[in-house]
Nanobody, 124 residues
Framework: QVQLVESGGGLVQAGGSLRLSCAVS????????MGWFRQAPGKEREFVAT????????DYADSVKGRFTISRDTAKNTVYLQMNSLKPEDTAVYYC?????????????????WGQGTQVTVSS
């Protein structure tokens, strides 16, 4: 059974940092792009960042560009999201996802495996 398990969320003050991890078990996704999405209360789930199968070609939402960094360790079957200079508007549940192909994508429909999410709360 495929599982994606996020960790690293929590409560942080504005300007602080967090590092999210997504551990994959059940199969490897070394040939698949991986992504991070987030969902704030009352809002649609939105794209945050994506990376291709080899750890290249990262792409970011404009709202996080320059502050967040996505990376992956294929040996550990783990994807990371380093979040710096956090803002209250970054508060959301963050989800990692595995795409159904090698190419990075901003589209939720391209991802067919999802984690349960981890809460990130940024206080002002």
């Amino acid at each position: 059974q495929v599982q994606l398990v996020e960790s690293g969320g929590g409560l942080v003050q504005a300007g602080g940092s967090l590092r999210l991890s997504c551990a994959v078990s059940g199969r490897t996704f070394n040939n698949n792009a991986m992504g991070w999405f987030r969902q704030a209360p009352g809002k649609e789930r939105e794209f945050v960042a994506t990376i291709n199968w080899s750890g290249g070609n990262p792409d970011y939402a404009d709202s996080v560009k320059g502050r967040f960094t996505i990376s992956r360790d294929t040996a550990k079957n783990t994807v990371y999201l380093q979040m710096n200079s956090l803002k209250p508007e970054d508060t959301a549940v963050y989800y990692c996802a595995a795409a159904n192909g090698w190419s990075p994508s901003r589209l939720k429909s391209r991802y067919n495996y999802w984690g349960q999410g981890t809460q990130v709360t940024v206080s002002s």
